[in-house]
């Protein structure tokens, strides 16, 4: 009996220790997991369209924020607290899919040039980072957005290809900064080949840190996709952008249809920015558990 | 120094090219590849006249070109020079209180700032402006026609502002992390124990060796704030060239858009050949690259 009770007692205190080994990455981990929760409660409901909520009826039932309808209602008498939040989450899933695949892209996109074991093989990057500053991110989205006429699908396209060309010259930076660490030149003098070196000693090195440009990017982005939906170009979908400009034409009637859906997009944006900091400090000067 | 300006020059001339033929065929699969549209870039017949909805007075490209730059001038002046003058001052600072992470404290207010919808600040000034000094609000509304024209400087501060925060953020922190490498280095260590004092390793050794960095990381901080400023004057109503861009895209204008990405990139163009003559002349003894 009393073996049983240590047994249970030890596996307590194994576990409680283990929890504590990971507080760092649980301190990162849960405000992400009950934001991203919080977002995509009722997620069945997103395909309801701006036009059709901000569209003025004859007799409109809109509510201004009371303890009922913190963000007040629509002119059809929908809860614009639940809508902010669905569109909210619209926006962070467009900037986590784009992200995702911008890094990829990216990633793909060094790593055609990393095995060549020429002194200047990231030149051809360089110069093309250097030409595309001249051309702003925004007004390339603008312009692929705007000249299909406007849908997410390209928005989403117009993102990626953006992140990955930003991010490229960062990567070759770090690829080379990583050639220079004792282990890689210790690695050459053992006689690795060059692909056992980038694969095993500086890819991981990199992989690491493309969590803390994730964690970096995406509140970002979700500002750059509430941009386009402002000007109209990502399509008639649920996005605080889009509920911000159709509010704009309420401005003397209802002028809570434009203000609130704004206080919802600042607060998760803060949130992102302030999490996708730590993480990417975290990741960058100290050591964390394995279950990173 | 002349043949150097010339070089860079060239360079800037050949990267400006590049940028406008990228611009050229961006349109192109745009607009007719995914779009589906008739009209090609190339032709001479898809740009015609200068649209109505881009002027209210009949007006050449050029003179609508001209229009544009000059509403936007008192952004770009209230904007640029206040990045650079935080950027490069608070960094430095954050970079000297390292210990104290004095660059994330300095950026803290801007990078608070930046997490605000740029579309949407410039929405609530109007909203403020409207209901509480009862004058419309967004900078097409009113216009000053006698007296000192106070209220243009209002509506370019109003959108230079979220713009400034932004760009501010972004270079207190880049300033700070060169500055921040740059002290990592071992030869600052052979100083220190040779008796150098702290300040004359910083300024005289760390931030005189990390100028020519210091010039080279501005580009991408105006290239970023040239994007905001397309959709902050749009939002504001503020008829200036990046406003330009977006109702060209709108009307399919391929003149207007031309006109405007072109004049960004000069603009950019310009910007980051000051820094690179800047850079070439400052370099000093020693440092390579």
Redesign the interface.
Known sequence: MNRRNSRILRGLARFFVRLWQMRRVLLLVVPYLLLLGWLFVGGGRMDVRPAELYGIPEEPAWESPDAEHWFGTTGNGADLFELSRLAMATSVSVAVVSVSFGIALALLLSMLFVFDPGERRFKLVRIVGQTGFLVPSMVVLVILTGGTGGSLGVAILGLILVIAFHLCPVLADWFQEGESGFDVVAGYVLGLSRREIVMNRILPKILRRLVGVFAGYVPVVVLVEMTLSFLGLTGDRLSCGAMIAYGQGLIIEAPWMSIYPGLMATFVVFVLALLGWRVSAALRTGPLPRLF | MARIVLQRLLVSMI??A??GI??IV??E???CV??G?DLHVWKPDSYGPVPPELSPRPVSWAGLLEDRVRVSLPVVVLCIPGILLIGYSWGLLGARLRRFRGARLLASPF??FA???????V??V??YS??HWRRP?FANDLVVERGPDLLTWWHAAIVALPALAAGAAWQIRAVSDVLEKEVTRPYLRGLFMAGYSEEDIFYRNAFRRALPQLFAIS??TL??V???L??LE??FRYPGIGSL??ES??L?SYGG?LLS?LA??AA??LA?LIGEVAVKLIRPEGVGG
Request: hydrophobic fraction near 60%; charge should be positive.
């Open positions: 990267r400006f590049a940028a990228a611009l961006l349109i699969f745009a607009f995914i779009g549209s990078s608070l997490c605000v919808p740029g579309f949407w600040f929405g609530l109007a909203i409207y209901f609000g580009g991408s290239s970023s040239a994007g905001s397309v959709c749009y939002a861009l977006v895209v709108k399919g858009i990405a960004l990139a950019l163009s980051v």
